[in-house]
């Protein structure tokens, strides 16, 4: 598999990611520079998390704007994979590659912690090496993550089979109180029609090692390096 | 602004009379406008540490890993494997009253700044609060724009927020302290200086644009705040965590050509004592063109922008043959990069400004005739030892009132608004051990990182708690398994004209000087805040220690959460000491006593003992002994374990609530053979209780379950800031 990531110049988790990928693939991704423009070759394409040009306002508004996102449209559009954690997921919004929108959190403060995700589909190149419906918990940084999205769109996300990931308790209930950022229908993460274009507001690339606590993440990886192996 | 120069403007810049005269008499005619203000920052309180000096020179600063000491933007100490820790911690207290969050938040950013500056990468902040009585609406603002502020710079930069302490007193009510500390790593060949050199080369600025912000910030910095403190909210800078973040990794780009002869960041003062201390440093001249500063506003007069505070710049002196090699990489950061002057070998700073020379100024006696104060001191009185204090709460209901109270609540509240996962480097998170681990990335190495002070400690007896924060610091990391290395010091105290004042600090740093010799734990960074008082009302005497520590093997450092199925065995000796603890204050309502005593000798063998048994694979969980008292840090590691524990019978509430110094709780499967290497390295031990179950059973048998100990533990921060449940 080779994956690229991409590196706005606010980004600040692409090293987090580099290393679980890594950790996974058994080899360092490629990191693109966000004023590069040729992605050729590049099977998993990877929008890490931060704060990609400050970001002061809507958050991945102005990286969706950047040329580079005209060559990750086009890689989506081959049916490349790409994933974005935490503001790649707001930028994947932004761009229009992923429905719906990343509000400010319910409370308006930032919320650095650890959330508990249910594993909604097993059965995508992202998620295979999950169990359908486990539960495993990813730490959650970031202060615009409530996801929302007009209720026809909930219905058609849900009745497609593309919310990939709900916040839950540890036992896998999907209650408010697990749903700290107030997300509709407490939606973590989501995917494209063709489940290749992932995007999810936790950090399972933080949690990819027992020395930091735990692996609960390095599924994720394993799943899309397994999907990609070539 | 036009505006004559005369003895009252001196002393509306903050120069005394005698301060103004010097500076006639170096300059043999009336300065200009930018030059009164060139003296009036370099020598302020805040610029000069004219009061501090004399006695921040008997600190203790060497040791064989030391690589630089005081006097560079932050300390670098030796780690192994060719690797150097860069760190230092800085006050930004008076901006953070004017305005919470910026104040905080640029306080962030400039200390940040001082260490990779050096060459260092920043892998880890922390932060020490102080902040006035919850109840007052004013301090819950404070609260909630410091926090906000440090989250939101430290959140964007990308360096995880990994540690720190909060306390809460009335004495903070008009001057909160806000202390960031910064920790980075660098190659140890390959440490910046900001000594100037090579008679020629090009002096550049990069970063942000330079705009009115903070003009004067340090001269605000060094005096009392009266009731127009308010009004001063225009000398407070706005931060811009985004600009910061690509100036890092600019630098770090920068760093690793051979382009850079010397480099210091823009902080207090400004172009002004960046400038004038590359220079100073490194015994040349400087010319500046103020015509090529990037500007956010027009009209900026050379006064203005000499001043100005604006964030996030730095100055460097480049090697000429790669000037264009370092705009490129300023460039494709999208920084501003102007070549604003060159060295000279003429000895002084030379402002020009639309063809007029603004200032031409003579280094060597602005920075050799700088102000020295050798202030008057006045002993504070050695308090009696407390006398016995009848308890009539029962340490159940006592127990249940400490683990709720501010000073001692759980701070989950603050640091869920950090980033402390970001790096994916932290072993040790927020609540899980004394001090945070932080592991170096692609190797098994970590640092443990702590920040320590117990104010109410240092006005009792400013000797004794000078050198209880040194020694909480270094048994901090002990309790980690860590070895402890270095500290920086961030000394915030009143007015030091004040003679009393003057005392606590001098008492403070005979203290800390002490501890640091006994614990081989020198001094390599600190930063001095005077002044914090208002309406003469000064804060307590707060010397915050930034500490620092070395694990060969991350995976070798312990927090304090219990598992089932082990012992606890105490270490240290337990008289009962009552004076100062929290005990006395929150369930007697008295404030009063010496403080502990600290015996270096036992601390470092306690000490020592502890790390030894850590090391040896022989500790499951460890927490030093400190505010609360023995039960209530077995209460801390039962919640962080969600692990229950039975204690001995036995033991009334000065045993299980005084505060004495150097005792760690161990938990082991191995209780005889701690106890027996104990016994045999004559370090006081002794067998507490036992694990399991999901019930805190005190000494007297009285029970509390974990959850309702939890429910009281969370509570305070989240309703008093919220107005939720935890």
Request: proline content about 6%; glycine content about 12%; aromatic content about 6%.
């Amino acid at each position: 598999m080779k994956a690229g990531i991409v590196v706005f110049p606010g980004i600040n988790r692409e090293r987090d990611m580099a290393i679980a990928l890594e950790r996974s693939a058994g080899h360092a991704p490629r990191m693109v520079w966000h004023r590069e423009s040729d992605l050729s070759g590049l099977d998993l394409v990877v929008i890490p998390g931060g704060f990609s040009y400050g970001d002061y306002l809507r958050c991945g508004a102005m990286a969706a704007q950047s040329p580079i996102m005209g060559a990750i449209r086009a890689h989506a559009a081959r049916g490349g994979h790409v994933l974005g954690v935490c503001n790649g997921f707001q930028i994947l919004i932004e761009a229009g590659l992923l429905p719906g929108a990343l509000l400010r959190n319910q409370g308006l403060r930032f919320l650095a912690m650890d959330c508990h995700l249910k594993v909604e589909r097993a059965d995508t190149d992202f998620t295979r090496h999950y169990q359908q419906g486990e539960v495993f918990r990813a730490p959650m940084a970031h202060g615009d993550g409530n996801y929302f999205a007009a209720p026809e769109t909930l219905d058609r996300l849900e009745g497609e089979g593309r919310v990939i990931f709900r916040y839950a308790t540890p036992t896998g209930e999907i209650t408010p109180e697990a749903n700290r950022n107030g997300s509709q229908r407490n939606i973590a993460g989501i995917a494209s029609e063709n489940l290749r274009v992932l995007g999810l507001m936790p950090h399972p690339e933080d949690l990819v090692d027992p020395l930091m606590g735990g692996e609960d993440g390095k599924p994720l990886f394993d799943s899309i390096c397994a999907a990609l192996a070539a | 602004m036009a505006r004559d120069v005369n003895q009252a403007l001196a002393r509306e810049f903050g120069l005394s009379a005698d301060e103004y005269q010097r500076v006639l008499e170096i300059m043999g005619r009336t300065p200009s406008l930018t030059e009164l203000g060139i003296f009036s920052v370099m020598w302020s309180e805040h610029c000069s540490y004219k009061s501090s000096r004399v006695w921040l020179k008997t600190l203790p600063t060497k040791a064989p890993w030391v690589i630089h000491g005081p006097g560079e933007n932050a300390g670098v100490v030796d780690i192994g494997e060719g690797l150097a820790a860069v760190f230092k911690m800085e006050s930004h207290n008076h901006p953070s009253f004017i305005e919470p969050y910026q104040g905080a938040a640029t306080g962030v950013g400039g200390i940040l700044r001082d260490v990779f500056t050096m060459g260092a990468r920043p892998i880890a902040n922390l932060n020490a609060l102080r902040f006035g009585d919850p109840k007052l609406a004013r301090t819950k603002r404070i609260v909630d724009g410091v926090v906000r502020g440090i989250g939101g710079y430290g959140n964007c930069v990308g360096v995880p927020t990994v540690g720190g302490e909060i306390n809460f007193h009335p004495a903070y009510n008009g001057n909160p302290l806000v202390n960031a500390m910064t920790v980075g790593i660098a190659d140890k060949t390959k440490i910046f200086l900001s000594a100037a050199a090579g008679i020629g080369n090009p002096v550049v600025y990069v970063g942000s644009k330079t705009g009115r912000d903070g003009i004067h910030g340090a001269t605000m910095a060094s005096a009392e705040f009266g009731k127009d403190a308010e009004e001063k909210r225009p000398t407070v800078q706005v931060g811009d965590p985004f600009v910061e973040k690509l100036l890092i990794e600019a630098c770090l780009e920068l760093m690793a050509t051979d382009a850079i002869v010397a480099i210091q960041d823009m902080g207090a003062a400004g172009l002004t004592s960046s400038s004038v201390e590359m220079a100073g440093k490194g015994g040349v001249g400087i010319e500046l063109e103020l015509d090529h500063v990037p500007q956010r506003e027009t009209g900026m007069s050379a006064y203005e922008m000499m001043l100005s505070e604006s964030q996030e710049r730095m100055l460097m002196v480049l090697r000429p043959d790669r000037q264009e090699v370092a705009r490129a990489i300023f460039e494709k950061w999208e920084l501003d990069f102007a070549v604003i002057g060159h060295l000279t070998e003429t000895g002084r700073i030379v402002i020009k400004h639309k063809g007029q020379v603004e200032a031409d100024i003579p280094l060597d006696p602005l920075a050799e005739q700088a102000p020295l104060y050798h202030r008057p001191t006045e002993e504070t009185p050695k308090q009696a030892r407390l006398g016995p204090v009848a308890d009539t709460a029962g340490l159940g209901p006592a127990l249940r009132t400490l683990m709720g109270c501010p000073d001692l609540c759980s701070r989950r509240w603050v640091w869920e608004q950090y980033d402390y996962t970001i790096g994916g480097q932290t072993v040790k998170r927020p609540g899980a051990a004394d001090a945070a681990i932080v592991k170096l990335e692609g190797r098994t190495r970590a640092l443990a990182l702590t920040t320590d002070c117990t104010p109410r400690y240092v006005l009792a007896d400013p000797e004794v708690g000078g050198a209880q924060a040194v020694a909480e610091a270094w048994r901090n990391i002990t309790a980690t398994g860590a070895l402890p290395l270095a500290i920086t010091d961030n000394m915030n105290f009143a007015n030091p004209e004040k003679p009393r004042i003057m005392g606590q600090f001098a008492a403070s740093i005979r203290g800390m000087s002490a501890a640091c010799t006994a614990l081989d734990f020198p001094v390599v960074s600190g930063n001095v805040s005077l002044y914090n008082e208002t309406e003469g009302r000064p804060i307590l005497p707060t010397p915050a220690i930034g500490g620092l520590g070395v694990l060969e093997d991350a995976a070798q450092a312990v927090g304090y959460g219990l598992t089932p199925g082990l012992s606890l065995v105490l270490v240290g000796a337990t008289e009962g000491w009552l004076g100062q603890s929290l005990w006395l204050r929150e369930i007697a309502g008295r404030e009063e006593g010496a403080p502990p005593p600290v015996d270096l000798a036992a601390e470092r063998r306690n000490g020592d003992f502890v790390r030894g048994e850590i090391l040896a694979g022989r500790v499951a969980a460890c927490h030093d002994v400190a505010d609360g008292g023995l039960l209530v840090a077995v209460a801390e590691m039962a919640l962080a374990g969600d692990t229950g524990a039975t204690l001995e019978r036995g033991g009334d509430a000065a045993y299980w609530y005084g505060e004495d110094q150097g005792r760690y709780v161990l938990a082991t499967t191995d209780a005889a053979g701690v106890l027996a290497r104990a016994q045999a390295a004559g370090v006081p031990a002794r067998l507490l209780g036992s694990t399991g179950g999901a019930l805190l059973t005190l000494p007297d048998g009285d029970t509390i379950s974990l959850a309702e100990l939890r429910r009281l533990h969370e509570a305070f921060l989240p309703a008093w800031m919220d107005g939720r449940a935890s």
